[in-house]
T-cell receptor, first 111, second 115 residues
Framework: QKEVEQNSGPLSVPEGAIASLNCTYS??????FFWYRQYSGKSPELIMSIYSNGDKEDGRFTAQLNKASQYVSLLIRDSQPSDSATYLCAVSTGANSKLTFGKGITLSVRP | KAGVTQTPRYLIKTRGQQVTLSCSPI?????VSWYQQTPGQGLQFLFE???????NKGNFPGRFSGRQFSNSRSEMNVSTLELGDSALYLC??????????????FGPGTRLTVL
């Protein structure tokens, strides 16, 4: 059973802090990795994708991928109250469009 | 460019009935995937359609079915509804790129309540 695990939450950080969200996956052939943000009552919104080992930065967001350790993370710098949401890690093998999701972690940014 | 649209946004049905949900992908996208989201199980893959063919299927009973039309629009049908089918049903569309990573964009979802 291919699994995606996200560290247990919820996670609470003060405004301006760095939020670190972690995800591990079990299928070694996984090739594509995504972070989605989901506000309460809304659908998931893509915020980052990463395909190669290393870091990928986009504004205040940095995704990190380590395929050897089967680990992908998302760092949110200068966290804002508007970042308060559930963050979903998703993985695909790249050979098809099936995404396997983690259960998500709820982030709360305290003003 | 318009995003993924889903209709209806909300549905209330009773056990034993059937329901059809509709999804229109982003213009130019040819792949449509369906997911079920519940508080207990999270987001789970139902199936994917590409060029009017089911290309992938998740671990759901045969009561869940779908199809895709030549304009890439997709419908999902659930027959003989059960209480446990109450969920947010999400549709996601993607190009996809041949041999490349496939980024999926989600629609707003259909909230189904089974009484």
């Amino acid at each position: 059973q291919k699994e995606v695990e996200q560290n247990s939450g919820p996670l609470s950080v003060p405004e301006g802090a760095i939020a670190s969200l972690n995800c591990t996956y079990s299928d070694r052939v996984s090739q594509s990795f995504f972070w989605y943000r989901q506000y309460s009552g809304k659908s998931p919104e893509l915020i980052m994708s990463i395909y190669s080992n290393g870091d990928k930065e986009d504004g205040r967001f940095t995704a990190q991928l380590n395929k050897a350790s089967q680990y992908v993370s998302l760092l949110i710098r200068d966290s804002q109250p508007s970042d308060s949401a559930t963050y979903l890690c998703a993985v695909s093998t790249g050979a098809n469009s099936k995404l396997t999701f983690g259960k998500g972690i709820t982030l709360s940014v305290r003003p | 460019k318009a995003g993924v649209t889903q209709t209806p946004r909300y549905l209330i049905k009773t056990r034993g009935q059937q329901v059809t949900l509709s999804c229109s992908p982003i213009s130019g996208h040819r792949s449509v995937s369906w997911y079920q989201q519940t508080p207990g199980q999270g987001l789970q893959f139902l199936f994917e359609y590409f060029s009017e063919t089911q290309r992938n299927k998740g671990n759901f009973p045969g009561r869940f079915s779908g199809r895709q039309f030549s304009n890439s629009r997709s419908e999902m049908n659930v027959s003989t509804l059960e209480l446990g089918d109450s969920a947010l049903y999400l549709c996601a569309s993607s190009l996809p790129l041949a041999g490349g990573p496939d980024t999926q964009y989600f629609g707003p979802g259909t909230r189904l309540t089974v009484l």
